[in-house]
């Protein structure tokens, strides 16, 4: 303040014109004048200025601010007479949570105005203590009154990542000759480097792995429903108690956002610019890159690659008991069900006579097809089996649980579940809800190895291509068991629904017998396969099925009792 000239003072404008004035006016005035009445007309003057001035003033003020209360726009007018003076406070517009202000402004200490956008909130504070938690909007603060902290409530996305064309176990800098260092690629080099120091990790075997991070989170503030006021970017506001309610939620969350940032300190360096100022938006990454570090250490760089360990799936209700609740309740069409049944049992019987005669008459070689075995057919009613993941995948999964939820699995050294499923405490999950912090999600990928590494684990693939190939090749063979499996009895669902629609039509018409049923169930299945319903590939294939078909029908005919 004291280095602004009294010439670019807002006061020197207004005083000068007047004084100016009054000088012209008493050099101007002839001998003879009456000066009392000179005198009494300047101050006439001077008075119709000031007042003119101070409307004038008054006026433009409704409108410098988006405010709607009379009580705002007497606000906005005393720091305009305050700033005419040189005794205003600061006048910050705070976008995004980044402050746009003039050079010295956050240094002022009269009453001053806060403008924040919808994405931005704010604390502020005096010399001995924390004065107001502010959201979007137009804010007024007294005088001594200043900005704590912002912060930005946009979702927030920090990483650390590595381009493909970057080395980070390239040359140090600091090992370079001095003359080399000032040149701009060393500095890239150094840059590099502390991006590896950053994130770097061993695995149990003593492998150094340098991963890509991403970390997303917000403040945990909450959003306003529609219709009700408040910011769609994360805060909410409102006259009801509901709406004051969420208000000071969404204030308390902002308040320990700003007020709990920590310090980092460089262990490197001895002196006080070793001690840093944590930024509230950096702590989550931070906690990510230790938990990143304490599991890396629990697997072997070969289980980073390898699907060998067993995760359970989600624990979910029981299905044999939800299907027993939804079972509707037995009524008289139950019955008419089971005298279906008793026939259709009947049926069979008759089908296994056919067919066994049928077998006899057609002596030839029917190609059989692979089966499951029945421990492995899939079953819609079974619970799901546990999965195999890479130790890349728990390491993401566990990270993300311990950044995300109050209790976790258990690791041991080796990246072992308990077996007893005990449950720790996420300190982390703590940590970032007492900062008024939410993580969305959490990313660990493309990791990078030393080059000799790489070379020895390409030579290893070189020597178990084979092996590899041959195991795959077995997995996708079983997948498409699985698939075969899974299509042939959904056609027999559908098939069999087709049938019980044609058998149930018959019963509605008449009492059939044995004879009648088999006879309209061959019938049935032959115009189902001659229509093509399904597919004309289908029905060029099975031409030697349909002629077994017309030979069944002809021995019930003939036969069937």
């Not at 101070?54 to 209360?69: D, E, G, M, R």
């Amino acid at each position: 303040m004291g280095d602004i000239r009294f010439y670019h003072r807002p006061w020197f404008y207004l005083i000068f014109p007047p004084i100016l004035v009054v000088i012209l006016y008493f050099f101007t005035a002839p001998q003879n004048a009456d000066y009392r009445a000179y005198a009494w007309g300047i101050a006439r003057n001077l008075a119709i200025y000031f007042t003119l001035l101070i409307l004038w003033l008054a006026f433009f003020a409704q409108f410098v601010l988006p405010v709607h209360t009379f009580r705002d726009r007497q606000k906005i007018f005393n720091r305009l007479i305050a700033y005419l003076f040189g005794r205003h406070g600061p006048a910050i517009f705070i976008r995004n949570g980044q402050q746009v202000k003039g050079e010295g402004e956050e240094k002022k200490n009269g009453p001053g105005v806060l403008w924040l956008d919808s994405a931005s909130a704010a604390v502020t504070r005096t010399a001995t203590e924390i004065k107001q938690t502010i959201g979007p909007g137009v804010h007024f603060i007294d005088k001594g009154e200043f900005i704590a902290g912002t912060v930005d409530l946009h979702i927030q996305t920090h990483s650390i990542n590595f381009k493909d064309n970057e080395d980070p176990f390239a040359e140090k800098a600091e090992d370079q000759p001095p003359e080399k260092i000032k040149d701009q690629n060393s500095e890239k080099l150094r840059q590099l480097q502390d991006r590896r120091k950053m994130v770097s990790a061993l695995t149990r075997d003593g492998i150094e792995v340098i991963p890509n991070i991403s970390i997303t989170f917000r403040v945990n503030t909450g959003f306003p429903e529609e219709g009700e006021p408040g910011s769609r970017f994360g805060y909410r506001t409102g006259e009801t108690r509901e709406g004051k309610e969420n208000e000071k939620k969404d204030k308390e969350a902002i308040f320990q956002a700003i007020i709990g940032q920590g310090v980092k300190i460089d262990l490197n360096a001895l002196n006080e610019s070793a001690r840093k100022r944590l930024a509230w938006n950096e702590l989550p990454l931070s906690l990510a890159i230790d938990v990143w570090r304490e599991y890396a250490a629990k697997f072997t760089l070969d289980q980073f690659f390898n699907p060998t360990r067993i995760v359970q799936p989600p624990e979910e209700g029981d299905s044999q008991s939800a299907r027993e609740e939804t079972k509707p309740a037995s009524g008289p069409e139950d019955y008419h069900k089971e005298g279906i049944a008793a026939i259709l049992g009947e049926i069979n019987s008759l089908l296994g006579k056919a067919i066994e005669w049928f077998e006899v008459k057609k002596d030839r070689n029917r190609p059989q097809k692979t089966e499951m075995p029945e421990e492995t057919a899939p079953d819609a009613g079974k619970k799901k089996g546990p999965q195999t993941k890479t130790a890349l995948q728990v390491i993401n999964d566990m990270i993300k649980a311990r950044l995300t939820q109050s209790e976790v699995d258990y690791l041991d050294d080796h990246g072992k579940r308990d077996s007893q499923e005990k449950k720790i405490e996420s300190d982390e999950y703590k940590l970032l809800k007492s900062r008024g912090l939410i993580v969305q999600n959490v990313s660990i990928s493309n990791l990078k190895l030393h080059p000799t590494v790489d070379e020895q684990l390409i030579k290893q693939w070189s020597a178990n291509w084979l092996s590899n190939a041959k195991a795959e090749s077995d997995q996708i063979d079983r997948k498409w068991s699985i698939v075969e499996t899974i299509a042939r009895e959904q056609a027999l669902i559908k098939y069999a629904e087709a049938l019980s629609r044609e058998i149930n039509a018959l019963a509605e018409d008449k009492q059939p017998n044995v004879r009648d049923i088999l006879k309209r169930l061959f019938i049935r299945t032959r115009a189902l396969i001659r229509s093509g319903k399904h597919s004309d590939q289908l029905r060029r294939r099975m031409s030697l099925e349909l002629q077994e078909i017309e030979d069944m029908i002809k021995w019930v005919e003939e036969n069937g009792k």
